[in-house]
T-cell receptor, first 111, second 116 residues
Framework: LAKTTQPISMDSYEGQEVNITCSHNNIATNDYITWYQQFPSQGPRFIIQGYKTKVTNEVASLFIPADRKSSTLSLPRVSLSDTAVYYCLVGDKYNFNKFYFGSGTKLNVKP | EAGVAQSPRYKIIEKRQSVAFWCNPISGHATLYWYQQILGQGPKLLIQFQNNGVVDDSQLPKDRFSAERLKGVDSTLKIQPAKLEDSAVYLC??????????????FGEGSRLTVL
């Protein structure tokens, strides 16, 4: 099972772009990379998922290099409401019981 | 579309007592998960159901935890007897695995358990 490594915490200021990198050296061929966001007292919420290159949606971008051993979640122009814990997960999206949450990255956005 | 419903939101019990948590997934979602999230940690998968069958319960402490999903819709997670280390948020999630186009899990708000 591919384990992930993320920074424990990050600080940013409102309006800045934030990039959170996740390392997953043992990623398997069928594995996808998924990111979740969690606010206090709430369940995690899906942000974005990708397999290779770049994926973009209305809230974030996900950059995955060719070797797929790492990935970067990019949040454009963060606001105070983006303060949350961000989890990177790696696994076969068709067998979600093999997705494991790590400890995540606590993003603190300052005014 | 209604989200994943969980109850109760908060529960305080003494150690060795029992507790039950209920989850109603999003309508039509065949796959249901229970996670345990201890303060400061990421969610840990306890059990996964596909309809009313168990797919994976390898991390469920079966001596004290049990879960069921009798009719393939809502589910109950029970702890008996509770220990101090069971204090955590119990999260329920569901997924429409038949579509499977994103693999997105939909989580409820969780049930916070405090064992004294």
């Amino acid at each position: 099972l591919a384990k992930t490594t993320q920074p424990i915490s990050m600080d940013s200021y409102e309006g800045q772009e934030v990039n959170i990198t996740c390392s997953h050296n043992n990623i398997a061929t069928n594995d996808y990379i998924t990111w979740y966001q969690q606010f206090p007292s709430q369940g995690p919420r899906f942000i974005i998922q990708g397999y290779k290159t770049k994926v973009t949606n209305e809230v974030a971008s996900l950059f995955i290099p060719a070797d797929r051993k790492s990935s970067t979640l990019s949040l454009p122009r963060v606001s105070l409401s983006d303060t949350a814990v961000y989890y990177c997960l790696v696994g076969d999206k068709y067998n979600f019981n093999k997705f494991y949450f790590g400890s995540g990255t606590k993003l603190n956005v300052k005014p | 579309e209604a989200g994943v419903a969980q109850s109760p939101r908060y529960k305080i019990i003494e150690k060795r007592q029992s507790v039950a948590f209920w989850c109603n997934p999003i309508s039509g979602h065949a796959t249901l998960y229970w996670y345990q999230q201890i303060l400061g940690q990421g969610p840990k998968l306890l059990i996964q159901f596909q309809n009313n069958g168990v797919v994976d319960d390898s991390q469920l402490p079966k001596d004290r935890f049990s879960a069921e999903r009798l009719k393939g819709v809502d589910s109950t997670l029970k702890i008996q007897p509770a220990k101090l280390e069971d204090s955590a948020v119990y999260l329920c999630a569901s997924r429409d695995i038949l579509r499977g186009d994103t693999g997105e899990l939909f989580f409820g708000e969780g049930s916070r358990l405090t064992v004294l």
